[in-house]
């Protein structure tokens, strides 16, 4: 018998730039030209970021290879868009000097990120987010995925972004609805990491729901510094990174068993709430601070209760899904107080029993 | 405008150990379960290992979960077979705590190891190869990867293996073509670093094809050796690893417009002739240097022409796909002696005209 070691050495740091601002989208295209001047680029979007004429504005009429991804949402994030979009870049004799540049909301940057991270074993991906969601969170911090016909993002990689151009100006074209949604996981960020950032949240809510620009960048910025810092201290969500799953765990199980009828962002503030109830159980809050939150959500008029008629079995059966789970059943991230995560012994992702779950499972219904 | 750097740390250096053996499997399952005490097992194998009786042999009796790739080879190295083995692990309720288990060929290991890259955003793989081609080659590295409609490993990830078992007793089931065509990946090894390698591949090749377990231990040392170093010094394929690729420009392709007829390591014998063919019209090699080439090709049993009415515009057609390829047209690894990659100016890939390309395809049919 012989034994051989092999030691794959360590990848080297890598950086990479977000720049923030409002109307960068007309002028980019030469900059992300000059930036990958050696690679070929490969354009993904989704119908309607391109009826919303945001495809147009970023190329200026050169012609760049793309793919339109049909119809815009959650319905196409599975393999087979995936496959239609590799497939694609091949027909296009595209190698590995490529790279994919994502254009639109989180679906978009998780199938092109993801698309970008298998195709050919790995090709760089800029993402360029559009919507309230994806320049608050997914944009930034390389998980991708799709799902499968069983869990949310059964398939994924962690790939990280060679660049993000965040330009607040897209969000002016983002209806209502996907606007406001988008905002909860700005929310999240504050309760988390962020006291003052949660006063901010709460005093120009209106100014962030007239889209003011200056307002919008400000909160970009703020989102960008928060994912930032906890991606750089934890990039593969070993431990310090799960506390970005806030609200997530009965967030993705509610998102689900809706059928996706709730958007991502509606899911969670279902799921902020159901954490807070957690907490009160728990002992780690006093309802007031549940009230405040709770008031912020309604103001953004995402819901704060599980629609009527959601199978609750179906929802304790996801969670056993849950990517996170472990003995097929999840930990959940709580916080102590605004701003604070709840961190004892060091372990950002906690153990809830099945009965407390289920218990505020019914107060939210 | 704001600008904001996220610095992505770099990962830590990942060892793994290579235990080479004669009769390891029996006994294996207990090891596997102690190294890997906190991990679900999902095991990952094909038809034919199964009926070789190998997947038992493993188990001794456990039950573990685990996937039968059916039918086996090529033909179900594609997108959907990657779906249905994640599918089957959700529906086992694994999660991110699983170690998949890629007990098979260069198929398995390439498929398993693709699943496990992607399922849930990564989990461990730990390889056990039962082929020629696998205890060679594509166990060792962290190359997976499936198919396209329009390619080969159109879709993949480097995924480094946590653990590699090699049972060279294994290879005693397998079939004689297998067997012959596997070889040629250590034929390559030799031909790329190790002259003296090639000497004993080539003194010791009765032996060798009698199937005598110390002199298989010995080669797949050989084997794993030199994998291993060119691995540790590259691991992502930037430049010195692509002397892998000696004779897979062409065989790749070979392979593909043959539709599978060909097996890989045939298509491989063939590419390894093609370059030889290219050294000498380059002037970088005697004839004579491919003909002691050719002959232990032959004594394998493997081709070292292309097959009758094989479509060589497709094949040229097929080069431009290449994943290596840059503007349209691949580049190729060559060698300048036995055990000896040309390498002018540090490039391990170097540039041939396409008018080369053809002449040599000419002498090839």
């Not at 008031?295 to 304790?316: F, G, N, Q």
Request: aromatic share 6%; with cysteine; net charge negative.
């Amino acid at each position: 018998m012989q034994e051989l070691q092999i030691k794959v050495p360590a990848t080297v740091p890598q950086d990479y730039t977000i720049t923030i601002g409002t109307g960068l989208l007309p002028s980019l295209w030469p900059k992300v030209e000059s930036t990958f001047a050696r690679h070929s680029k490969f354009v993904v979007t989704d119908a309607n970021v391109a009826s919303a004429g945001h495809l147009d504005t970023l190329l200026a009429g050169q012609t760049v290879p793309h793919f339109v991804i049909e119809p815009a949402g959650e319905a196409s994030k599975n393999i087979e868009t995936t496959v239609a979009i590799i497939e694609a870049m091949e027909k296009a004799y595209l190698g590995r000097d490529t790279v994919v540049v994502a254009l639109g909301g989180g679906t978009v940057g998780d199938m092109a990120g993801f698309a970008a991270a298998i195709f050919k074993r790995g090709v760089p991906v800029i993402q360029i987010p559009t919507t309230t969601l994806a320049q608050a969170d997914s944009a930034v911090g390389g998980k991708t995925g799709v799902d499968s016909s069983v869990s949310k993002n059964a398939f994924g990689a962690f790939w990280h972004p060679a660049a993000v151009y965040v330009d607040v100006a897209t969000l002016q074209t983002l209806d209502d609805r996907q606007y406001r949604a988008g905002l909860v996981e700005s929310i999240k960020h504050a309760l988390i990491a962020d006291r003052e950032y949660f006063d901010f949240l709460e005093s120009r809510l209106d100014a962030i729901l007239a889209r003011e620009p200056e307002v919008l960048e400000a909160i970009a910025g703020y989102n960008c510094r928060i994912k930032g810092d906890v991606v750089e201290a934890d990039p593969h969500e070993r431990n310090q990174r799960r506390m970005l799953n806030y609200g997530h765990t009965i967030g993705h199980a509610a998102e689900s068993v809706s059928n996706y009828e709730l958007l991502h962002g509606e899911a969670i503030a279902i799921g902020i709430v159901a954490a807070g109830l957690i907490e009160v159980e728990m002992g780690l809050s006093e309802p007031q601070r549940l009230d405040r939150v709770r008031r912020i959500l309604e103001k953004l008029s995402v819901p704060v209760k599980l629609p009527a008629h959601l199978d609750e079995k179906k929802l304790i059966d996801i969670l056993k899904h849950d990517k996170k789970a472990v003995d097929k059943w999840p930990k959940f991230v709580l916080i102590s107080d605004l701003g604070q995560v709840h961190c004892p012994d060091g372990k950002y992702a906690v153990d809830v029993s099945r009965d407390t779950v289920e218990k505020v499972l019914r107060k939210l219904s």
